[in-house]
T-cell receptor, first 112, second 114 residues
Framework: KQEVTQIPAALSVPEGENLVLNCSFTDSAIYNLQWFRQDPGKGLTSLLLIQSSQREQTSGRLNASLDKSSGRSTLYIAASQPGDSATYLCAVPNSGYSTLTFGKGTMLLVSP | DAGVIQSPRHEVTEMGQEVTLRCKPISGHNSLFWYRQTMMRGLELLIYFNNNVPIDDSGMPEDRFSAKMPNASFSTLKIQPSEPRDSAVYFC????????????FGPGTRLTVL
């Protein structure tokens, strides 16, 4: 069964820094990978979906990369802002099952 | 679009009581998902519907849990009888076609079973 690990579990940075969040998965036979954002007390918001045939996806200050062979994805946030403070989760489909496996998330705090 | 709508937002009940959570997916979406989130286990899929038909219910913890989708715009998740270990945040999500598409989450229902 697919296992997803996110490192670090928590990250605190000053405003303006560029940062990288990491996601690793055990089964590389994936259709795609999704990055979500979760604000406290709220549901998840989809940020980026990378198809298995893609290596990168960009949206504004966010850039997600995917390396299937090594079982890794990174989410790069440029010029971080206090509004970026949230928990970021990655999710991959389980091979042979109609489900997503989510990582436990990285809790990001960007201080002014 | 109003997004995925869930009710109630908070539910506090006593052990043994029946709990019903409700979800209205985004109009036009063919897939609906129920998830449970806890600190210990993270986010777990409970059940997945496609075109109102349950496709994967392998995540439903036991017979105390049941889910229905009588039409394309409404789904319920019922727990009977509820237990303290059911305390969690329950999310409903929908996607346009299938489980491989971008999923849009509702705000969740925070359930506390005393």
């Amino acid at each position: 069964k697919q296992e997803v690990t996110q490192i670090p579990a928590a990250l605190s940075v000053p405003e303006g820094e560029n940062l990288v969040l990491n996601c690793s998965f055990t089964d590389s036979a994936i259709y795609n990978l999704q990055w979500f954002r979760q604000d406290p007390g709220k549901g998840l918001t989809s940020l980026l979906l990378i198809q298995s045939s893609q290596r990168e996806q960009t949206s504004g200050r966010l850039n997600a990369s995917l390396d299937k062979s090594s079982g890794r994805s990174t989410l790069y946030i440029a010029a971080s802002q206090p509004g970026d403070s949230a928990t970021y989760l990655c999710a991959v489909p389980n091979s042979g099952y109609s489900t997503l496996t989510f990582g436990k998330g990285t809790m990001l705090l960007v201080s002014p | 679009d109003a997004g995925v709508i869930q009710s109630p937002r908070h539910e506090v009940t006593e052990m043994g009581q029946e709990v019903t959570l409700r979800c209205k997916p985004i109009s036009g979406h063919n897939s609906l998902f129920w998830y449970r989130q806890t600190m210990m286990r993270g986010l777990e899929l409970l059940i997945y519907f496609n075109n109102n038909v349950p496709i994967d219910d392998s995540g439903m913890p036991e017979d105390r849990f049941s889910a229905k989708m009588p039409n394309a715009s409404f789904s319920t998740l019922k727990i009977q009888p509820s237990e303290p270990r059911d305390s969690a945040v329950y999310f409903c999500a929908s996607s346009l076609v299938s489980w491989l598409d971008t999923q849009y989450f509702g705000p969740g229902t925070r359930l506390t079973v005393l």
